[in-house]
Each structure stands twice: as C-alpha cells, then as structure tokens.
C-alpha cells in the first residue's frame, strides 16, 4: 500500500488525490488548516481520512503533495525540514510558480528525503474541494522542477505515481518555467482583470457597459473569476517576469495606440494578423484539459425531498450526475443546487428535463 500526503485539499489536491485514487493500492491523508474542507473531501470520497495535525499526516507518507496556495508553500516546506518523515519519501508540490519554492526546499536529500518541485498545468477559475475532478489534468502538461543531483529512479517513482492522472508529465528548469507560464498564464490574468475593471469604472457612469457584454469581452475575462488571494501569492512569487512582462506590455500599447493615431491600417491589419497566424497555430485543446466538466445550477425551494425529486428524475431519463452540491440554503430563500455531468449532452438534456418541470435552471461560467 503506498501512502500518499495532500496537504490542502482544495481544487488541486482534491483532484490530484481523486486521479491517484484510481489506483487501487493508494492510501490517501488529508490535511487542512480548515476542518470543513477535510469532512466535505472525505464526505465526497476525495480522501480515505482527514486530520489537522501536520506531523502525523506527513509521518508514514511515501508521498507528500503540497497543494496549498502558493504563499504558504515556504511556511509548509520548513516545517517538513524539520519533521520526521519516512526515509525515501518524495516530497512535491502543485505551486503555480518554481522559483521561490525550488529555493526553499533545501536540506532535505541529505535526509534521504527528495523534494521536486511540480505543476499541473491545469485547473480552474474555481476552487474548493467541491470542484475537483479525477480526470481534472488528463491530456494537460505537468511539469516537474527536480533539482540537480536527484536520483533518475527517484524523478521515475513520482512519474509512474502521476500515471493515472493521464497528463504529460515533462522535466523543466524552473527559471524557465516561471518565464513561460509567466506569459502564458500569470499575465493573461492581469490583463483579463484589467479589461474587466476598466469596463466596470466606465459603467460606474452608465449601466449600458454591463448589459452589452456579452461574446468575445465574456470570453476573454473568463479567467477575471478567479481566486483573487490565489493570484495576489502567484504574482508576488513571479515578481521579476511579471515586472518584465507589464514593461513589454506597455510598448505593445504605445506601439497600437501609434498605429491608431496615425491612421495607419496596413499596420493595424498586420498586428491582428500576426496576432491570428499565432493564435491559429496552437495545439488543439484535447477534451480533459481545463474544463473537464459541465455544471448546471437549479434554483430549490428550501423544502423537505426536492433534492431527492431532482435526482430521481433525472436517472428517469437515464442522465449520469458526476456530482451534485448544495451551494446556498437560507430560511424562506431559494438555495442553489449545482449538478456537474460528464458531457455538455448530458447537462442540455438535464437543462431540458427540468426546466420542463418548472425548475429554475441556469448555467454559470
Ligand atoms: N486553481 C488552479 O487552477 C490551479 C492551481 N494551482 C496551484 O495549486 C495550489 C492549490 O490551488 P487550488 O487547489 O486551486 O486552491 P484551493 O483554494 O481550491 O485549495 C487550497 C486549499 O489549501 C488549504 N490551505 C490553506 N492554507 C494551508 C496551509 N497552510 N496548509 C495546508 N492547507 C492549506 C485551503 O484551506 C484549501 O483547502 C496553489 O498553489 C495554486 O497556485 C496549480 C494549477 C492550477
Ligand atoms: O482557469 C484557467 O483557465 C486557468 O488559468 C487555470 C490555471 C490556473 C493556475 C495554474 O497554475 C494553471 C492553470
């Protein structure tokens, strides 16, 4: 049986520990530092048991997985330094940036223990625990960050550990690492918060900007609905890409808001066909990555069996629920029931079916 330690099961952990779990031989722990979050995950069956006590949880792990936010991973990594863990245990982590926690996690191979930094290079602009997934990184990169001198087999052990998660699991430096996903993820969440808080000073003026947005401005700020805590640590953790990022953006500004000033067209058309050629040329989005599941939300009146009613009629139609979660339930007020299915199919027929029984029914990005 190989033990395996989450430390915080949110989004990540939780769906890291569900994509493990798949293999039979696993047993998984789980810590938080919110107690609510370790019965909600067992509930689910996320984790085979939860405990708020970090030294017992990392005791007889073979592999401990660090999925707290990023600005706690330092304070986790140092108390590890110092606690007795099982001789040949892997350490990794799911930080969203390299650099800061490659540099902390010293001092443990002389241990016989061995840290390598990771990154599921897939996720959400949700999160909790009630959002996870087994099948959340499937198709998606995990990039690895092992330092120098760790033992082949012991990088091999975590790659076959990671098997069922069905990612790429790929080897990067992590300066490297943080250059790119700087530009690739990091920044695009700035610019996405940007364009949505731009919108909402002008709207402060006239409600008209809310009400047209709509296609592309939904499209391209998807990512604005993010944890704000999450982003705050990701970009205090990337300070010098993301410094050099914003510089380069700005000449990008400078250079369009010239083109436009001079009426230049030919130089307009050629930055939105530089931009297409790119934009056209990347890979395919396999099924898997990113947005592995399809939620519906359904209005419930607070009253005695609905959510049974609800279930009921949709096995009637034959429909498979992947998870169901209450997400709001107050006296006299409607609560909210999120369904998630395996296809967006399945979620239009759900939509269907009880909306033809006079459910409130809605679908939220
Ligand atoms: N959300 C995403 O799309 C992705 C996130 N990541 C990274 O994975 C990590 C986890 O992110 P999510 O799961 O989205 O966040 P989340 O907010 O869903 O879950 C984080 C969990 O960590 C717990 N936690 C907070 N402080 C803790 C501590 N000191 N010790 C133990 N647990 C603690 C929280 O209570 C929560 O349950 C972050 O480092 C993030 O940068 C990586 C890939 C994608
Ligand atoms: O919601 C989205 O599209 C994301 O951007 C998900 C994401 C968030 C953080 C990461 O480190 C990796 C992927």
Redesign the pocket.
């Known amino acids: 049986m190989t033990e395996i330690a989450i430390?915080?099961?949110?989004?990540?952990?939780?769906?890291l520990a569900l994509s493990l779990k798949k293999n039979e031989d696993v047993h998984i722990t789980g810590?938080?530092?919110?107690e609510d979050?370790l019965r909600m995950?067992c509930s689910l069956g996320v984790i085979d048991r939860g405990t708020t006590h970090?030294a017992e949880a990392v005791a007889q792990a073979d592999f401990i997985f660090?999925?707290?936010?990023?600005?706690?991973?330092q304070?986790?990594i140092s108390f590890l330094r110092y606690t007795p863990l099982k001789e040949g245990a892997v350490i990794s982590?799911?930080?969203?940036?390299k650099v800061s926690v490659m540099e902390h996690a010293y001092g443990f191979a002389q241990r016989g223990v061995y840290f390598i930094g990771g990154?599921?290079?897939?996720?959400?602009?949700?999160?909790?625990?009630e959002?996870?997934h087994d099948r959340l990184f499937e198709n998606a990169y995990y990039v690895l960050t092992p330092p120098e001198g760790t033992p082949n087999e012991i990088v091999e052990r975590l790659k076959i550990l990671l098997a069922p998660t069905h990612a790429k699991v790929v080897i990067m430096d992590a300066q490297k690492h943080d250059e790119v996903v700087g530009a690739i993820s990091h920044f695009p969440h700035i610019i996405a918060s940007a364009l949505v808080n731009q919108v909402a000073s002008y709207n402060d003026e006239m409600d008209w900007y809310r009400c047209l947005a709509a296609g592309g401005f939904r499209d391209i700020t998807r990512i604005a609905s993010?944890?704000p805590?999450?982003w705050r640590?990701?970009l205090l953790n990337n300070r010098p890409v993301m410094k050099k990022l914003a510089e380069d953006w700005k000449q990008i500004l400078d250079q369009i808001s010239e083109l436009i000033e001079k009426a230049d067209g030919k130089g307009i058309e050629r930055f939105f066909a530089e931009a297409r050629a790119f934009r056209d040329g990347l890979p395919e989005k396999k099924k898997g990555a990113?947005q592995p599941y399809f939620d519906l939300y359904v209005d419930i009146p607070d009253e005695p069996g609905v959510i049974g009613r609800i279930t009921t009629l949709l096995g009637q139609e034959n429909i498979s629920i992947t998870n169901i979660s209450i997400l709001e339930t107050r006296e006299d007020i409607l609560g909210v029931l999120r369904i998630s299915f395996r296809s967006h199919e399945d979620m239009e027929q759900a939509s269907r079916v009880l909306q033809e029984k006079g459910y409130g029914v809605y679908e939220r990005e």
């Open positions: 430390l915080g099961v949110g989004l990540i952990g939780g769906s810590f938080d530092v919110v979050n995950a970090l660090l999925c707290a936010p990023v600005g706690k991973l304070e986790l982590d799911t930080g969203s940036t990154h599921p290079m897939a996720g959400s602009h949700k999160s909790g625990v959002a996870s993010s944890n805590g999450m640590d990701i990113l």
